[in-house]
Nanobody
């Protein structure tokens, strides 16, 4: 079983920046892709950004709502522990949400939550205007 732990959330003013981190650990697990999702109060959980963890090129995809503002990256220095980050800039009130890290061991790698089988508990991001 893979364990995911998010950190880095907090309160930030509009226009500010944050870096979210997701540490993945547990038994050796082929994490084909990892992603960030977010869920605002009374709204559905939506995909924000995804990255192929074992792809040499580190291919990544972002949701249209965060293109140019959020950047997902990875750290694969260990076979059993790796990390995924999301650098967020130009934050606005619409980015306020609980942010979750997710991992999938099989395709497809998308921004659709149902394809991910491991989830962290989330880290809260609040953007004040």
């Amino acid at each position: 079983q893979v364990q995911l732990a998010e950190s880095g959330g907090g309160l930030v003013r509009a226009g500010g920046s944050l870096r979210l981190s997701c540490a993945a650990s547990g038994r050796p697990y082929t994490r084909l892709c990892m992603a960030w999702f977010r869920q605002a109060p009374d709204k559905e959980r939506t995909g924000v950004a995804m990255i192929y963890t074992n792809d040499g090129d580190g291919r990544a995809f972002d949701a249209d709502s965060v293109k140019g503002r959020f950047t997902i990256s990875r750290d694969n220095t260990s076979l059993t522990h790796n990390a995924v980050y999301m650098d967020m800039s130009g934050l606005n009130a619409e980015d306020t949400a609980m942010y979750y890290c997710a991992a999938s061991g099989s395709p497809p790698c998308t921004l659709v939550a149902k394809y991910y089988d491991a989830w962290g508990r989330g880290t809260r991001v609040t953007v004040s205007s």
